[in-house]
């Protein structure tokens, strides 16, 4: 009877120093924290299929369907915009569409899924009354300190000129056959300062 008296203050000691303390809420992200890991998860998988890394693109899609996934969950709604039925509806089509690409390889379904994503963020945005917020292809690698560059290509050779760059190849061909085969590339340059000595 003692050890149960003496339990049960000790309990209740604890239960009113435990109240005492200020509870601490847990930290839960916002939605635009959501949005921002999710953009710069859409930036690296553009460079990751740019560069060919095929596999870091299967790993960024899964990132981003899990982060929108885990957003409708603490999300269902806000300010009044059903956020998880959106992203259902409009975005889950559009990541097995992306899905299937890289699974696939394919350049050609990579570009056109990856441009229906990014309509589908910017139809969210829309309409979520915030069509400020337009989400583009990048233009340049949104990070300096990661190489997204698959790993058995990492030494010294040039990445693949994949078809989404195929409007660069039509722009600056010269470079874009260099970036094909450096030997190309030499053999052009001896070819023209050849021409060139001949012509003196
Ligand atoms: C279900 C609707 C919905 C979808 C789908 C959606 N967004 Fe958003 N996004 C929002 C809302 C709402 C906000 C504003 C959040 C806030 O007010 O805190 C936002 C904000 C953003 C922001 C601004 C964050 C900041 O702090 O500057 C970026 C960037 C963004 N989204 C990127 C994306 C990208 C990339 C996609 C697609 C892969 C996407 N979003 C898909 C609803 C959506």
Redesign the pocket.
């Known amino acids: 009877m003692q050890r149960i008296v003496t339990v049960t203050i000790a309990l209740a000691a604890s239960v009113v120093s435990a109240a005492a303390q200020p509870a601490k809420k847990p930290y839960e992200p ?3 924290e959501f ?2 890991a ?2 710069l998860r ?1 930036a690296k998988l553009w460079f990751a299929v740019q560069r060919g890394n095929w596999d870091l693109a299967a790993f960024e899609v899964d990132e ?1 369907k899990e982060g ?1 996934q885990d957003a409708a969950g603490l999300f269902p709604t ?2 009044g ?1 059903p ?1 998880a039925q ?2 259902k509806t ?2 889950d089509p559009r990541i097995e569409a992306l899905e299937e690409a890289v699974k696939e390889k394919s350049n050609v379904k990579f570009i056109v899924a990856f441009d229906q ?2 309509n ?2 910017n139809s ?2 829309a ?2 009354n ?1 069509p400020f ?1 337009r ?1 583009q292809r990048p233009t340049a690698p949104p990070l300096t300190n990661q190489n997204l560059r698959p790993r058995n290509r990492n030494r010294g050779s040039v990445a693949p000129l994949t078809p989404p760059f195929d409007d660069f190849a039509e722009h600056s061909p010269h470079l874009a056959l260099h970036l094909l085969d450096p030997r190309l590339e030499r053999r052009e340059i001896r070819r023209i300062s050849g021409a060139r000595h001949r012509a003196q």
């Open positions: 916002g939605l635009g949005m921002t999710t953009q859409h981003i929108l806000f300010e915009i956020v959106m992203i409009i975005i994503l990014t589908g963020c969210c945005h309409a979520a915030k917020i989400i």
